[in-house]
């Protein structure tokens, strides 16, 4: 009797297994192509930020040098230009990579708001209150001539502005750096 159930069971199987086994296999492969296609864009994503990171400490910079030839009353003119110059190419790269992180989190979809909502809060606040800091910048520190009392303490705002950003940048990094950990393993991420 035990023979003939495993007879029937692989004359089954036999007569299954060409429409099951591939309908499985294009499951397995498609299944596959997800979790890499899932893991490339997580560690892409990732990569954005620590740029994002980066030029922000940079903008960051360039606003502290202004800020410091503020300290002169009378700053050199071609001095001020190259620091308002600096300023305006590194706010021009916090809004590129912002841009690309933007463009990344739009391919990951509703799967971030399901999995990571909390880093996705923290993602949009950093880029509704990035924007608001750059347009600051675009309206006051770029159209400096002379160090006014208003335009050092404008300049002290923005710069506030911007480490409360870098905060929230830092956080949102973290949260996305746990998930990825837990998602794959070190040796998956090769």
């Not at 590129?96 to 909390?118: N, S, Y």
Request: aromatic fraction near 10%.
């Amino acid at each position: 009797m035990a023979f003939g159930a495993v007879a029937t069971l692989k004359f089954v199987w036999d007569f299954l297994s060409p429409v099951f086994g591939d309908l499985l296999k294009d499951k397995i492969s498609l299944s596959m192509k997800s979790d890499k296609k899932a893991k490339a864009l997580g560690f892409e994503l990732y990569e954005q930020l620590e740029r994002i990171q980066f030029c922000t400490n940079e903008f960051k910079s360039s606003l502290v040098d202004l800020a410091n030839l503020s300290i002169n009353d009378s700053p050199d003119k071609q001095q001020l230009e190259e620091c308002k110059q600096l300023v305006r190419s590194k706010m021009e790269q916090v809004y590129l990579v912002l841009d690309r992180a933007r463009e990344i989190l739009e391919k990951m979809g509703i799967q971030m708001k399901i999995h990571l909502p909390d880093f996705l809060n923290n993602f949009y606040e950093y880029e509704q209150l990035r924007g608001v800091n750059l347009e600051s910048v675009s309206k006051r520190i770029v159209a400096i001539d002379n160090f006014s009392k208003e335009d050092k303490a404008d300049i002290q705002a923005i710069i506030n502005t911007t480490m409360s950003n870098q905060v929230i940048i830092d956080s949102g990094i973290e949260k996305l750096r746990l998930f990825l950990a837990k998602e794959f393993s070190f040796k998956d991420s090769f």
